[in-house]
């Protein structure tokens, strides 16, 4: 008994006196990123300036030249490119849809999902068939699908408070849909766009025809969700009614991008390596600003407010602008195995993809013991009311980072707007709230700065004598 | 120890059963509220077809009307306007203001704060004084400042994480700054705006000539922050430059107006209130979308939630839309001093005011026992990431109830994005989104759900006791 107290009397106040300190290097974080945070400036030259970054085109080469030259400002030990091949998919001219019914002419907003082919030069013009998900179509069979358009009507569920499970309900339609649909001889495909609000922006994002062959594939788009509405009610009116679109889209062959790499050397352990990151491409609609504009200029301020707060980090530290996040993760894959080449120990990597709104806290992919760890930091952010400390889904780009070494996290911004600009002609600068952004950057900063100060290697030590 | 033991054992059961119904009511009313809610619905029409509502004006007796007729359809067991007389305040025709500098024109954005004289019918032109404080006028005195229009140049401290600190540090200075100035001989006041953004919009706001006779008063505007950073600059190149503006704001005799009152009657204790509620005026350069339609939609939705939902409350719920909050608090005077009267007794009162933006929790005015009870309820609250139960400040229209045995609450959403639109033309409804609105909906009407079912009461009785 006598020894439990004082144990726990030792961990109390060797406790107090770190939470002392970290408190006050939490603190300046904030107040840097808050007062004198780049985020904001930078975002606003990659949305307005160059604006959407699709993996292959100009101006996400423009982006890759612009950020290695501001990291290169920054006086980090090192920046550099990392070469890897993307894909190149090309929208072309703006699509055009329209069905009539009851002798009414109903323009309606659509655009190509990334990854469609194209509608013959004069479009493409059939009857539909609406179902609530791909699944159905078995149901309905080849007789009822055959030379139609397949509508595929499946609205993310309103109830779900973390609009991100909703969306992960829904995406698999939208990824899917066209090859399911091209089985049963469907010509086309039109989905939902994943979005939570009712409006005209259709939502792009990536799909995949999976292994069938080219001459199998057909065109397939994102119709807005006020647009879906309306013609799942003309459809209920006229189930012969035809719907006409037109889209122009085309895969080139691959072609040469990059990561953004920068780095700060630790001045304990060189060897282990920290990553913050998020990705440089984005899709063509909008200018990319929450998707991921926010995360890349977040991960380079992580660097730049850990220098101006003061702090030498005892391990390197790495900014990693990936590249093809969005249709083919290239950049993540090639990152992860250049890594590995060359034996580097990735010990934690952070990524923001979620949107530059509130930070309300992190998930977490690894041991329980981690986590652990973790968890009892918790008071030192409730001051920057960041509470969300849960397991979970990490980040896209630092996935296939995972072993059982390292640490994977995920910021986790405020949820319910995201879907709204996602993938969208309005995910754009504008709608991007600067101290939101700035909140965001200095509490992945604030992360990265425990994260190196105390290591995951105690609890991983104590692991390993347990085991 | 067995005591203490089979109590805790019977403590934990009974709060395990209460947690799992208590569980199930939240879902369901998450789930309306997202699925099923009429706030937003509600807001579009006061945003957008009434407009904004200052006190005395046609369009805050247009809401009153407005929201009289939609409570009455959501079958309550009483509907009732309860007068009020209101100050009668009239911004006029749109302020002009100007200076020169260099030889150049500079157009500046301002507005009349509210409650504010006007200038002389063609305007004011006088040399300028700034001041980071009207505290730093008594240094200057009245040598430096008479005849000169005093400029009162602070900005809101951006690394203040809860918005709300800033401003009320800062709300001081649009609030007395003029009849401070005036003392000193100065002809007017321009008060940068009280907003945590760079941009052009003038934020108004209250302020009070105190005691200051009629003859003494001086024209107060409000200057918009890139105004104020411009004017600051100028007078570091210019200190003589003279500034002109032109205001025809006008103050009217009091009017008649109401607040709007809905009742659901209890069951078990019909004599005991909650109330729920937020203002129906608003500043009149925006539609008062986010201060205060949306706590006013919200607390509708409270009662409507609470049906929709098969509760019955045991205590009678009140929404109250208070009338007047901005400048003057008649409404909220007016409801206490009623209450008061009859001798309700009040156990409960809830505010919103702080914005539709996505809730975080609640601050709690009470005693500690009070408190206690609430915090046990964070669980319940957990899977809608409400994380913020902190004793603070309630809100203006619900101060007036105060008394020892109720128990004051404000709801606490986000804070970032409030004082980007307070005040100004752009507090309009496509700043508000519909699942943030929504979810404060939510958060409002499962905690008077269990303030209902459980009351304060228990702990008021268990303090007399210890008393
Ligand atoms: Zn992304
Ligand atoms: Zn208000």
Known sequence: ?????????????????????????????????????????????????????????????????????????????????????????????????????NNEFNKVNICALGGSVATPENGLKAKVIEVGSYEDLKDLGEAKIKGKIVFINRALQPDLINTFEAYGGCSVERYRGAAEAAKYGAVGTIVRSLSSRQDDYPHTGSMSYGDLP?????????????????LSEALKQNKDLEFFFEMSCQQFDDVQSYNVIGEITGNEFPNEYIVVGGHLDSWDLGDGAHDDGAGVVQSMDVLRLLKESGIKPKRSIRVVLFMNE???LRGGRKYAEVAKAKGEKHVFALESDSGGFTPRGFSFDGSELMLQKIDAWRPLFKPYLIHYFEKGYSGADIGPLKDDGILLAGLRPDSQRYFDHHHAANDTFEHVNKRELELGAATMTALVYLVDKYGVETTLKMKEIKD
Chains 1, 2 share one sequence.
């Open 326 to 328: 969005e249709n083919g």
């Open 1 to 101: 008994m006598k020894t439990s107290l004082s144990f726990i009397l030792i961990l109390f106040s060797y406790s107090f006196c770190v939470a002392q300190t970290d408190e006050a290097a939490l603190k300046t974080i904030y107040k840097q990123s808050l007062t004198n945070g780049k985020s904001y400036q930078w975002l606003g030259y990659l949305s307005n300036t160059i604006g959407g970054r699709l993996s292959g085109s100009t101006n996400a080469e423009l982006a890759v030249q612009y950020t290695k030259k501001e990291l290169e400002k920054l006086g980090l030990d090192k920046v550099w490119l990392q070469p890897v091949m993307v894909p190149k998919w090309v929208r072309g001219e703006k699509e055009m849809a329209y069905f009539v019914s």
């Open 214 to 230: 080219i001459e199998k594939r057909i065109p397939s788009a994102a119709i807005s969700t006020n647009d879906a509405v309306k």
